[in-house]
């Protein structure tokens, strides 16, 4: 596992300074002594692409092509109406020049934040290439048609748990859902249609980060920021 062995645990000891700071119980769970050195890598202006999506579609194929985990699950970071902000992770399903596509309920709490606020963030991280993307912009919701034709491609158990689910909501207990699952399996018998509060949401970027790690936390940051019709590119401090 060549991942876990360029862990590098800090080896200095403070001795015993305070009996208010409990002694670590062991290396992993001495959270600030964990650190990974980032060697794998480098981000320069001049390799970069001058298009941010060309420069996503790069890194996002090198982390298929890395066998990264779900290379496909991002963060989605919303607001609310009086400004708290939350985070969960959506999948991403579609990406081209109009920006990166997931589908979700409308009437959940992200739903329901994006109607108020639909100034959002993305965020990719994987590990394996020691890489970042963030991403931020505004998200609107795609035509019914996109919608509809992503659903219709979805295994049919995960079409009825949409309709099952009243995503973020309570629900009294898990016999609940199965109950609504079942009912909604016989109520299709043939084909799911799209729930109509269920569908895709586009966000279209004005600012893209991508990271790349770099030994002694001296990092590279690119930054892409639309001026019209144009992206410009800087660099950040790590
Ligand atoms: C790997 C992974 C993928 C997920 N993909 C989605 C998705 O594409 N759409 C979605 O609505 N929720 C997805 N979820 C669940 C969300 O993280 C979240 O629990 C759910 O959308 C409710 O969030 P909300 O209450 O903030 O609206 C995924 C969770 C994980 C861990």
Not at 67 to 96: C, F, Q, Y
Not at 213 to 234: C, E, N, P
């Amino acid at each position: 596992m060549h991942f876990a062995s360029r862990f590098v645990v800090a080896t200095s000891h403070r001795g015993v300074e305070s009996n208010v700071t409990p002694a670590p119980m062991s290396a992993t769970t001495d959270l600030a002594r964990l650190r990974v050195d980032y060697m794998r890598a480098a981000l320069s202006e001049r390799d970069a692409a001058a298009d941010p999506f060309d420069q996503f579609t790069r890194w996002f194929d090198e982390a298929v092509a890395a066998a990264v985990p779900e290379p496909n699950a991002m963060t989605l970071a919303t607001v609310d109406a009086a400004g708290h902000p939350s985070a969960r992770i959506v999948l991403l399903k579609a990406v081209d020049a109009r920006g990166f596509v997931f589908h979700t309920n409308y009437d959940s709490s992200k739903g329901r934040q994006l109607a108020a606020n639909p100034r959002v963030a993305l965020l990719f991280f994987w590990p394996e290439l020691e890489r970042q993307v963030r991403i931020e912009g505004a998200a609107e919701r795609v035509s019914a048609d996109e919608s509809d034709a992503y659903f219709a491609q979805r295994p049919r158990a995960s079409q009825l748990s949409a309709w099952a689910s009243p995503q973020s909501n309570p629900v009294a207990d898990r016999a609940w859902l199965e109950a609504e699952l079942a009912r909604a399996e016989a109520r299709y018998a043939a084909e799911v249609p799209r729930p109509p509060n269920w569908g895709g949401v586009r966000v279209m970027p004005d600012r893209f980060e991508f990271w790349q790690g770099r030994a002694s936390r001296l990092h590279d940051r690119l930054v892409w920021t639309r001026d019209g019709t144009r992206w410009m590119v800087g660099r950040l401090a790590p």
